[in-house]
């Protein structure tokens, strides 16, 4: 059996994923370190321990990611696009738009509707922190709260508080102002997710949209984004039936697979 792996290297977290054709046979997801190659060494390494192999019983490896030039060992090395197309499809075939918000820009791609993950066109905001998972870290520690609890917070709030600055610092500010004049926190937080939607919609609007559409990436699983960019959009944003988190390192996974393929006689 042969086990190829993908590393994708964000600048939040980086992801592993070791594949054997056929299924996950494990994956990992740690916090990035200041160094890409670091980051890739731990997260393998930790993917590789859970599936009871070493990293040198890898066969291929592809990294994406904004840090895929320094993963060690990578043979090969792969748009993060192409890599989330490729994964997403893995998860659901019927993907027709792929919405990724990651830690440093937010993508839209449209994939081909016959389930291969290919990638038909794309739109991209590498930018600006605003629409991004950033934005919404910076804004937690304005709150001192969890990121994780934000999505929560927003579906509870009546109503959406508008946070009009794009800039994240601007925004900050704003929101730091809305504290002081003592308005809901929950109608705070929900107006930054609405903020975080508007900029990836405008984003949606670049290429076609077309259904199924779903999200991948750590913000997909901020419930408060999703449905504030449901709202903007007019459609149903479907969950993966995987892990969002570790899409773009599945495609990697699967592309790493396909060039071993090619490799053997």
């Given at each position: ?6 590393c994708?290297?964000?600048s939040?977290s ?7 054709g056929?299924r996950?046979l ?5 916090p990035?370190?200041?160094?890409p190659a670091?980051t890739a060494?731990?997260?393998l ?13 890898i066969?291929y490896?592809?990294g994406?990611?904004y840090?895929r030039?320094?993963?060690p060992g990578?043979?090969?090395t792969?748009?993060e696009?192409?890599?989330h ?10 993907a027709?738009t ?8 937010s993508k839209?791609?449209s994939?081909s509707?016959e389930?291969?993950?290919q990638v038909?066109?794309?739109s991209m ?9 950033r934005f919404l870290e ?5 709150f001192?709260?969890?990121i ?7 579906l ?9 600055s ?8 704003e ?6 004049q003592?308005?809901?926190m929950?109608e705070?937080i929900a107006g930054i ?6 900029r990836?919609?405008t984003l949606v ?13 750590g913000?997909a699983k901020n ?7 449901e ?6 944003i479907?969950?993966?039936a995987?892990?969002p988190?570790i899409?773009?390192a ?10 071993l393929?090619k490799?053997?006689?």
């Amino acid at each position: 059996m042969a086990i190829v792996a993908g590393c994708d290297i964000g600048s939040v977290s980086g992801k592993a994923v070791l594949f054997d054709g056929q299924r996950i046979l494990a994956s990992a997801v740690i916090p990035s370190r200041p160094l890409p190659a670091v980051t890739a060494e731990e997260v393998l390494g930790l993917a590789a321990g859970q599936a009871g192999v070493s990293p040198g019983d890898i066969a291929y490896l592809v990294g994406t990611g904004y840090g895929r030039v320094k993963v060690p060992g990578a043979q090969k090395t792969v748009s993060e696009i192409t890599c989330h197309a490729r994964g997403a499809a893995f998860y659901n075939r019927d993907a027709a738009t792929l919405i990724d918000v990651g830690g440093q820009d937010s993508k839209v791609i449209s994939l081909s509707p016959e389930g291969s993950g290919q990638v038909l066109e794309f739109s991209m905001n590498d930018k600006c922190a605003a629409g991004t998972g950033r934005f919404l870290e910076v804004m937690a520690k304005v709150f001192e709260m969890p990121i994780e609890r934000f999505g929560g917070a927003a579906l509870r709030a009546r109503r959406c508080l508008a946070i009009s600055s794009q800039c994240t610092v601007f925004a900050e500010s704003e929101v730091v102002c809305l504290i002081g004049q003592e308005k809901d926190m929950n109608e705070i937080i929900a107006g930054i997710c609405d903020a975080v939607a508007a900029r990836v919609a405008t984003l949606v609007g670049r290429v076609t949209l077309r259904e199924k559409v779903y999200m991948s990436g750590g913000v997909a699983k901020n419930q408060g984004v999703r449905q504030r960019l449901e709202s903007r959009l007019g459609v149903k944003i479907w969950e993966l039936a995987g892990d969002p988190l570790i899409a773009g390192a599945l495609g990697a996974a699967l592309i790493a697979m396909d060039a071993l393929n090619k490799q053997r006689p």
